[in-house]
Every structure is written in C-alpha cells, then in structure tokens.
C-alpha cells in the first residue's frame, strides 16, 4: 500500500471512531436528560400534593388560633 492510502485509511478509521463516540456521547446525554425530566415530573407531581396538604394544614391553625382568640375573649 502506498502512503497515501495508508495515511487516508487511518484517517477513515479514526472519523468513524470518533463518529461512534460522539453518537454514544449523544446517547447518554439523551438518557441523562430523560432521566432529569422524569425526575422534574415526579417533583412537581410530589410537591404539589405536599402544597396542597401545607395550605391545609395553614388554613386549620388559622381557624384554631381563631377560635382560641374567641375563646380567650370569652373568659375575661
């Protein structure tokens, strides 16, 4: 073989190698970023319902410290 074709077959390798690590570079950036989204969903979904439950809770201290105030009121 001669030089050139030496040096242009190496040359060729070395892009598909470099090809097949960028599309598995690509691939596992994909599978992080689907990772990340479930992970996003799932908070959002999780803190939701835990909002939900701290405005609950809120709104029962709220009407007990009220009714205690009426109460305090009432005996003096």
Not at 31 to 56: A, C, I, P, Q, Y
């Amino acid at each position: 073989m001669t030089r050139k074709k030496l040096l242009s077959k190496k040359s060729k390798m070395t892009l598909e190698k470099l090809g097949r690590l960028t599309q598995q570079g690509f691939l596992g950036v994909e599978g992080r970023l689907t990772r990340v989204e479930n992970n996003v969903r799932w908070m959002k979904n999780n803190f939701s319902e835990l909002f939900t439950k701290l405005d609950k809770f809120i709104a029962l201290y709220e009407k007990q410290e009220q009714e205690l105030l009426v109460l305090g009121a009432q005996l003096c």
